[in-house]
């Protein structure tokens, strides 16, 4: 664990935490070995340069400046914890409480430290300083009332963040109490980034005390930290000036371990969740079917998608002719998405596409995406599930229409907004030359997404690919969009590419069905058949796992056993194996292809012929 | 088991003036041992409803029974993935909603839900979504609730694991009798789960009545639109 964590933080940790370790270690010894030393006045020595036995020179009374820097180390890393550990607690009472009093209660204390946050962290410390006294007592607590409230800022941040998820809400309703909630589930969720800006605070605190000392507010003599040292080095600095860089440089270079400590622990808490590895196996073979259409619109073979350690699609193959809907099926994480992208060439990097064949009105799509950023633009369409996030929230809709010609058909402004309220009365938007000037958030979900697609149809595409364009819609919202995508289909002889989890609104919108599982296509076949005649046996388990309005309500729904494979961990045979009622060996040894039964149905099953007996086999109570 | 009874009730969000009636003087009853089934679009004051309930939204007017102080009221949230504490185990996060801790229970609960009671040492990360909602299910049920409240908990699932969630979730309140509201906007889900409808929009709930005879025989014009508008296979 601790070597895996070394690894992951690379060159920059590991001298980041070499150096942490130093500066504790020397806090906590230094004073034992070189106390003496740094204390020995030396009249003889008044302030020499660097030698042998003095490495940074000697100071007004031919004290060591080294030893002295050194046993310094303690007194200043100790005061700025000191003053670390006050702001972080207080920040964190005062932050904490916010989530604990009642609405109104909060919103007044959030206020107040909305307005300590305002002053600049120094001028409060000052501030501080001068009520409080000068000394390191003052300093102390200056500058830990000056890291309080932007400590507290954050808790309150992070806290009302977890406050508004449901296991708080769960637990309230089960009657915990407020406090309780605090400690067992508000604190430990928020404490990993919490002890990365108190470390990073921590460094802030050195600079801030050098500073105080430095201007006299702070350590008193006959103490002496860092800062004050600096300080009386900087009044000889041109006699020597070592006596003013070395405890300049301790102090750099401490509050740098303290800082890059702190991202280092970040950056080791952000890649948690994430882990790289090696993509080992060797690219699956290719679909046997490659399909060769004369009048197809778009042309897919063998669509590859990876991402670093794994690939989410696996050599998909499937054509589309101008006019059709072709739906793509499947549960989260089968690929679909990633699929779709990967055709509109909207994968960034690190994720790589490759084909043997990516053909779109004739062009072939692979290679530079610049090259086609034209033909995409004009000719093909894309709509999203969030009508929200698609649109930007500062722009009038119209706006946003318009740009689509004036990008790509360098068409005048006013002709482009004529025609975005054209588009716009198309999506049957009431009143389109008004609504036009509006801003998205003055729209409803059913009209944002309606103008989404106007937006698509600005420039007559040839294909619009949809990605679960209603599943953040309502059902009466949903038919409207649905009949809508079929118009323009109708109407201009559109190619539409469908994706959605649904299988029945799949079936209702689409003429051809794909269905996807583990990055693969398992099963193309006409939409009427999906009910009744699907082959493939995960077809079959999906569309009886849906209730609808004709669902025996006495029967238990059929259920499919396990859970998908995780996509950096495919088997090696069928991926559905695992879940499957035909499974045999075979199945767990080898992949099936996907194969072509009759004109029109391809399925990637060794058991294709068998019908599954009863789909009481693939009951289980495991999900 | 006993009734749920709102009466007359209204929530109201922001001033009087200004703010926005969620919840506009709604009466229903959820009858002892039986599901009401709430369908609605967004924004009819479903969830609200709901919320009210557990005490989560403040009652501006009427009255609910059981009240929400005193774990009388459980219920189980739409996001598995934000339902479950991800510090604590799945045993520990059940173990807190109960009176006194008792670990038999907590295995008795899993097994209930149909989970192995030997994963109850299991942070949620290790579970999948379906599994979390059954978690969520054996915590509203750890309290000895007299009515648990379902707010729209397949709608995050994938289809072949809301399948085995809605098969718990009938099949415990046939075995033991709960009292219970069923929040969807899944039209179909509900039909499958419930025995008596009730339609709600624009924070009022426009048409009550027996499953068969809603969904069949719509009397309002907007359940006839919200019919109408569920998608049907090509046949």
């Known amino acids: 664990m601790a070597a895996r964590g070394l690894r992951r933080a690379g060159p920059l940790g590991i001298s980041a935490l070499a150096l942490l370790v130093l500066v504790i270690v020397l806090a906590l010894v230094a004073p034992l070995i070189w106390q003496q030393r740094a204390d020995a006045i030396n009249a003889a020595e008044i302030l020499r340069g660097p030698s042998g036995a003095h490495p940074a020179g000697t100071d007004l009374l031919g004290r060591d400046i080294f030893a002295r820097v050194l046993v310094a180390t303690r007194l200043s890393v100790g005061l700025a914890l000191l003053a670390t550990v006050l702001g972080v607690t207080a920040g964190l009472l005062v932050g904490a409480t916010t989530a604990v009093l009642g609405r109104r209660a909060g919103r007044w204390i959030g206020t107040l430290i909305n307005i300590t946050v305002a002053f600049p962290n120094l001028l409060l410390a000052l501030f501080f300083a001068v009520i409080f006294g000068v000394g390191a007592k003052g300093a102390v607590l200056a500058i830990g009332f000056a890291t309080a409230p932007g400590f507290a800022r954050i808790t309150q941040t992070l806290a009302s963040g977890v406050a508004g998820r449901d296991f708080i809400a769960a637990a309230r309703i089960a009657g915990v109490g407020r406090f309780r909630i605090l400690t067992r589930h508000v604190l430990p969720n928020i404490a990993e980034p919490l002890v990365v800006t108190a470390t990073i605070a921590m460094g802030g605190a050195m600079l801030a005390f050098a500073s105080l000392s430095f201007l006299g507010l702070g350590v008193q003599a006959p103490s002496y930290d860092w800062g004050r040292l600096l300080g009386e080095g900087l009044q000889q600095i041109y006699i020597h000036p070592a006596g003013a860089l070395i405890p300049g440089l301790a102090v750099v270079l401490a509050a740098m371990a303290f800082n890059l400590s702190g991202e280092v622990v970040a950056r080791a808490i952000g890649l948690r969740s994430t882990s790289t590895g090696t993509l080992g196996d060797p690219p699956p073979p290719a679909p046997s079917d490659p399909m060769p259409e004369a009048d197809a619109l778009l042309a897919v073979h063998n669509l590859q998608v990876s991402f670093p350690g794994v690939r989410p699609v696996r050599g998909v193959s499937l054509s589309l002719r101008r006019g059709e809907a072709v739906g793509i099926v499947g549960e989260s994480g089968s690929g679909k998405s990633l699929t779709a992208l990967a055709i509109a060439r909207l994968i960034e990097p690190p994720g790589e596409v490759t084909a043997d064949r990516l053909e779109f009105l004739g062009e072939d799509l692979r290679g530079d995406v610049s090259a086609h950023r034209r033909l995409l633009g004009t000719s093909l369409a894309m709509v999203f599930q969030d009508p929200m996030t698609s649109l930007n929230p500062v722009q009038r809709v119209g706006r946003q229409l318009a740009e689509v010609v004036r990008t790509h058909q360098r068409a005048d402004r006013r002709t482009a907004w004529a025609r975005a309220v054209d588009r716009l009365s198309a999506v049957r938007i009431a009143d389109a030359a008004k609504r036009a000037g509006q801003l998205p958030h003055e729209f409803s979900g059913g009209m944002r997404q309606r103008a989404m697609i106007g937006m698509g149809v600005m420039a007559n595409p040839a294909l619009v690919i949809a990605d679960e364009p209603t599943t953040a819609l309502d059902v009466t919202v949903q038919k409207q969009v649905l009949q809508l995508l079929q118009n323009i289909r109708s109407a201009e002889n559109v190619g539409l590419l469908f994706i959605s989890h649904d299988v029945t609104v799949v079936g209702q919108v689409c003429e051809r069905v794909l269905v996807m599982y583990a990055g693969r296509i398992v099963e193309d076949l006409p939409a009427s058949a999906l009910r009744e005649h699907a082959r493939h046996p995960y077809t079959r388990a999906l569309v009886a796992a849906v209730p609808d309005m004709e669902t025996d309500r006495n029967l238990p729904l059929a259920v499919i056993p396990g859970r998908p494979p995780d996509p950096r961990d495919l088997p090696v045979g069928c991926a559905f194996a695992a879940r499957c009622p035909l499974a045999t060996d075979r199945c767990r040894e080898e992949d099936p292809p996907l194969d072509s039964l009759e004109t029109g149905r391809r399925v990637a099953c060794w058991h294709a012929e068998q019908t599954v007996p009863h789909l009481s086999l693939i009951k289980g109570e495991q999900s | ?235």
């Open chain 2, 1 to 235: 088991m006993r009734a749920l009874t709102f009466e007359n009730v209204t929530v109201r969000f922001g001033s009087r003036r200004r703010g926005t009636v969620a919840v506009d003087d709604v009466s229903l009853v959820v009858p002892a041992g039986q599901v009401v089934g709430l369908v609605g679009e967004s924004g009819s004051g479903k969830s609200t409803l709901a919320r009210a309930a557990v005490g989560l939204a403040p009652l501006t007017a009427g009255r609910i029974t059981p009240s929400a102080r005193g774990r009388h009221v459980q219920m189980v949230f739409q996001d598995p993935y934000s339902a479950l504490d991800p510090r604590m185990s799945i045993g520990e996060s059940i173990a807190e909603a109960m009176p006194s801790v008792d670990r038999a229970e907590v295995a008795r609960l899993l097994e209930l839900v149909g989970l192995p009671a030997d994963r109850a040492r299991d942070r949620p990360h290790l579970l999948s979504g379906g599994q979390r909602q059954r978690v969520a299910l054996a915590r509203a049920l750890a309290g000895n609730p007299e009515v648990i409240i379902a707010d729209e908990i397949t709608s995050a699932l994938d289809v072949s694991i809301q399948g085995a969630v809605l098969n718990v979730v009938r099949e415990l309140q046939r075995r033991m009798n709960l009292t219970m509201l069923f929040i969807s906007h899944n039209l179909a889900v509900v039909r499958y789960v419930s025995d008596i409808v009730a339609v709600m929009r624009e924070g009022k709930i426009v048409e009550y009545g027996p499953v068969d005879e809603v969904l069949g025989d719509p009397r309002h014009e907007y359940t006839r639109e919200l019919l109408a508008a569920v998608p049907r296979p090509a046949h």
